[in-house]
Each structure stands twice: as structure tokens, then as C-alpha cells.
T-cell receptor
Framework: EPEVTQTPSHQVTQMGQEVILRCVPISNHLYFYWYRQILGQKVEFLVSFYNNEISEKSEIFDDQFSVERPDGSNFTLKIRSTKLEDSAMYFC???????????????FGEGSRLTVL | AQKITQTQPGMFVQEKEAVTLDCTYDTSDPSYGLFWYKQPSSGEMIFLIYQGSYDQQNATEGRYSLNFQKARKSANLVISASQLGDSAMYFCAMREGWEASGSRLTFGEGTQLTVNP
């Protein structure tokens, strides 16, 4: 069964450094998302991506964040200058497979844990 | 106002008994979907069950069923015959808009379920 894969599974970085989190979504999906989950808290929406552009973003997704899907497969989240409060689990997700019996459910990757020191 | 409310931060249940996890939602969109995800301690997000706003029947998936009360805007998850492996965080989530809209999911705060032997 196809799945969403994320790398790295865990990254430790110094405050102020750039971080790139990578995701390979399920190929048939049309919508892609990044969510984050600060330890012990709920899952928060960051950004959605459709047709090679951002379709929606939250107030969390400020100028420090960017996303791209450069080669039609990898979907990346870049944090330009990390802050301590960026420490969280970051989940990539995909949705909507046209022609399938799809509920619009999000298929999540296993997450990338980011620790900012 | 919160779109998804889970009022039970923690729940305990004896093995083999049934448990209900509460979820209420708030939306003015006539088309929406409600989801439950399980997050074990390993951190991944596992889809459990889906209920569409126009579905006439309550959704069921094995030991999981969704008690959908549209007028009350509630979508409680019922787990029958609890197992030790059911111990996890459970998140209720909502998509506003139809299945192919690509709308983000909004998550509740979660309920930590502990199944006692």
C-alpha cells in the first residue's frame, strides 16, 4: 500500500539555522499539507499546496516558512531561521485521489521531529 | 470559537469494555466531513473512521463506530471491546467543504485514552 514518507525522522539544529524537511507524498494525491504538533499539544495546520502553489496558509506560516514541490514528487518545508518555538513534530499529508472512493481523508507521514537548541 | 471541541483530556477504560470519546464541532458549511485519528506514543497519525455530513447512517469500521448527532453537532467515537493496544491519543477533526475541496482538517485538542488490564 502506498504511503507518505518523510525525512529526516529527527533533526536537531541550532537556533537561527535553516532546516529543510522533505516528504514524498502518495503519487495520486492532488493536495498536500504540512501540519505541526508541539509536544503534548494538538495538531496545527500550517499550509496546503495544490497545483504547484499554496492554496491556504495559517497565521503560523509566516515569512520564515516556505514550501515547494520542485520535481513533482518531493514536497519540502523550509524554515529559514529556526527559533526555539519551532521545535515540534512536523507532519506531511496528502489527500484526494480522483476516481477513487475517497473521503478527503488526510494520509499522514510518520512525521519529522525538529529540535531547535 | 473552537471548531472542534474534545472535552475529555484523559479517559480510562478497562480492557474489553466499551468507551466513548466525545467530540463536538461548529460549522455553518452544509457540507463537511468528520474524522477520527489515533496517535500512539510512537507519534504517527492513524486514520480510524470518517462521517460525511450527508451520510444517513452512522459510520462503522470494525470495533470503531461514530455516533453522529447532526442536530447536536456531535461526532463521538465509540470503541467497543477495548484492547491494551488502543491506549493512545485520539483526535477528532473536521473538513469544511466537500470531499474533493482539499480543505484543511481542523483538529481538536485530543483525548488520551488509557486501557487498563
Amino acid at each position: 500500500e502506498p504511503e507518505v514518507t518523510q525525512t529526516p525522522s529527527h533533526q536537531v539544529t541550532q537556533m537561527g539555522q535553516e532546516v529543510i524537511l522533505r516528504c514524498v507524498p502518495i503519487s495520486n494525491h492532488l493536495y498536500f499539507y504540512w501540519y505541526r504538533q508541539i509536544l503534548g499539544q494538538k495538531v496545527e495546520f500550517l499550509v496546503s499546496f495544490y497545483n504547484n502553489e499554496i492554496s491556504e496558509k495559517s497565521e503560523i506560516f509566516d515569512d520564515q516558512f516556505s514550501v515547494e514541490r520542485p520535481d513533482g514528487s518531493n514536497f519540502t518545508l523550509k524554515i529559514r531561521s529556526t527559533k526555539l518555538e519551532d521545535s515540534a513534530m512536523y507532519f506531511c499529508a496528502g489527500a484526494w485521489n480522483p476516481g477513487a472512493d475517497d473521503t478527503g481523508e488526510l494520509f499522514f507521514g510518520e512525521g519529522s521531529r525538529l529540535t531547535v537548541l | 470559537a473552537q471548531k472542534i471541541t474534545q472535552t475529555q483530556p484523559g479517559m480510562f477504560v478497562q480492557e474489553k469494555e466499551a468507551v466513548t470519546l466525545d467530540c463536538t464541532y461548529d460549522t455553518s458549511d452544509p457540507s463537511y466531513g468528520l474524522f477520527w485519528y489515533k496517535q500512539p506514543s510512537s507519534g504517527e497519525m492513524i486514520f480510524l473512521i470518517y462521517q460525511g455530513s450527508y451520510d444517513q447512517q452512522n459510520a462503522t469500521e470494525g470495533r470503531y463506530s461514530l455516533n453522529f448527532q447532526k442536530a447536536r453537532k456531535s461526532a463521538n467515537l465509540v470503541i467497543s471491546a477495548s484492547q491494551l493496544g488502543d491506549s493512545a491519543m485520539y483526535f477528532c477533526a473536521m473538513r469544511e467543504g466537500w470531499e474533493a475541496s482539499g480543505s484543511r482538517l481542523t483538529f481538536g485538542e485530543g483525548t488520551q485514552l488509557t486501557v487498563n488490564p
